[in-house]
């Protein structure tokens, strides 16, 4: 892919050590934009300074929400070097979920040059405190202007970095989630096990009201039956019974997490038993209530591992593990972070340098 370069004249001064680094509020210098029209194909890749966009009015992404996107982060190393967690997973999931919404197609591999170039280019921007990182946001989205319903013809996809701390305000402290009674987020056949923004759109109400109520997120039932544990607004989730890890299985209406995915092969590979299968909201209760639901987390890029110390359904809060991070989460969080930050050897082969400018 050729990618034309325009530098800003006006860098911005990047945040020193110690700088809070709020989750999305701060963008880099740049931005990668590359157009597409069903004339010429995908085309103009370029990188550009960071700043608005002008749109028609009636672009399809602004009245039908025809977009989708991804999320992966880029970390700095002891060594100062940088390096990117999966992102072949991602831009693998960025191809399916722009193919689901019938958006002009990207590969995956245009989706990884893109991502790796942006990032080696940016790469000064990548944080270097403990626990920060530098998150990527790919996305694709429709720009035809006519508003009538029809193929789309005409698209953008662009790439934004900022660099960010915890995504939670609670950092690694157990996290209160509501399980949502009412709004479902996804039905099987939609679009649930794609990164799109109407996953997000539908959960909104629920996810304000939760937070009114003081809880951190909401865990979503399945849209059938309400019933089966799905999955938190921004992360999937798991949960530690009896000594086992349990994780709703991808039934068609849960996102497949690149976390989740690294979690159960990292769990499985230190010995321990992980099941993918249906799990109601009532067999969770009743293991807290039982004394045998031993701790409950999240994973997701974003969030990375985060532990939930407080469920609330039907009007009652119930304590996991008496609101304390738990043995196997911190392993886990531990396992990750220390691959993604270079700290222990990358065993997998997750990683992928990213090469100094
Ligand atoms: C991510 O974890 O990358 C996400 O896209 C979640 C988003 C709600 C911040």
Redesign the pocket.
Known sequence: MEIRIEKTQTPKTKPGKGADLP??HIFTDHMFIMDYDDGQGWHDARIVPFGPISMHPGSTILHYGAGA????KAYRKADGTCQLFRPSENAKRMEKSVDRLCLPHIDAATVLEAIETFVTFEQDWVPSDPGTSL?IRPFEFGCDEPIGLHGIKKAKFMIITCPVGN?YKEGLKPVKIAIEEHDVRAIRGGTGDC?VGGN?AASNRAEHVAEENGFTQVLWLDGVHQKYIEEV???NVMFKINGEVITPKLTGSVLPGI?RKSAIEFLTSKGYKVTERLISAEEVVDAVKNGTLEEAWGT????VVSPIGVLHYEGVDYKINNNEIGEVCHTLYEGLTGIQWGRTEDTFGWTVPIKKN
């Open positions: 989750f999305g996107f991804e999320g992966l998150y995504y990164k997000y607004g921004s992360m976390t997701g890029t974003a969030a």
